[in-house]
């Protein structure tokens, strides 16, 4: 069964600092997903990675394979960027389906 | 493009008491899955179809919980008896791809109370 480990679980900064949020996993993976999650909203899937870098506007998620980590940062945050974002994982320790981490709980305060 | 569609999207019952949620899936995404998200926890899949096809329900507690996909379209995942822990969000995703390697689309969720 992989193991996903997020870091930091709760992150509170200033609006316009550059955010970065971690995810760790235990077993080789097939895809890595970030999400987001807005309070008592639905889920948003930002990104799907296996392998390099994807950006998307303000958004910047990488991954490294050989060190089973991935990163999502979020350059001049802006309060709208609260919310929860969820690293879940695809494959890995012989499992289908999605293994999710706790999630890190973003709060931009302006 | 309509999304993943869930109703209903509150529900509160009693302990002992059923219920059922559904989902609707975006138009030509054959896997849909039903994932459970307690309060504080990240979602845990519940049930993965290909088409109307179980793929995995190891983690669905099948004493209590039940699901079928119909038709290989919309989707309803019933609860009989509830139970206190079961309270949580429920969230149905759908994708084109299998095995959790294409985009995942979710819905709004149905946030269930049990009393």
């Known amino acids: 069964k992989n193991e996903v480990e997020q870091s930091p679980q709760n992150l509170t900064a200033q609006e316009g600092e550059f955010i970065t949020i971690n995810c760790s996993y235990s077993?080789?993976?097939?895809?890595l997903h970030w999400l987001q999650q807005h309070p008592g909203g639905g889920i948003v899937s930002l990104f799907m990675?296996?392998?390099g870098k994807k950006k998307h506007g303000r958004l910047i998620a990488t991954i490294n394979i050989q060190e089973k980590h991935s990163s999502l940062h979020i350059t001049a945050s802006h309060p709208r960027d609260s919310a929860v974002y969820i690293c879940?994982?695809?494959?890995?320790?012989?499992?289908?389906?999605?293994?999710f981490g706790k999630g890190t709980h973003l709060i931009i305060q302006p | 493009e309509a999304g993943v569609a869930q109703s209903p999207r509150y529900k509160i019952i009693e302990k002992r008491q059923s219920v059922a949620f559904w989902c609707n899936p975006i138009?030509?995404?054959?896997?849909l899955y039903w994932y459970q998200q307690i309060l504080g926890q990240g979602p845990k899949l519940l049930i993965q179809?290909?088409?109307?096809?179980?793929?995995?329900d190891s983690q669905l507690p099948k004493d209590r919980f039940s699901a079928e996909r119909l038709k290989g379209v919309d989707s309803t995942l019933k609860i009989q008896p509830a139970k206190l822990e079961d309270s949580a969000v429920y969230l149905c995703?759908?994708?084109?791809?299998?095995?959790?390697?294409?985009?995942?689309?979710f819905g709004e969720g149905s946030r269930l109370t049990v009393l």
């Open positions: 995703a759908s994708s084109l791809r299998p095995r959790n390697t294409g985009e995942l689309f």
């Open positions: 077993v080789g993976i097939s895809a």
């Open positions: 990675l296996s392998s």
């Open positions: 879940a994982v695809a494959g890995g320790g012989g499992a289908d389906g999605l293994t």
């Open positions: 138009s030509g995404h054959a896997t």
């Open positions: 179809f290909q088409n109307n096809g179980v793929v995995d």
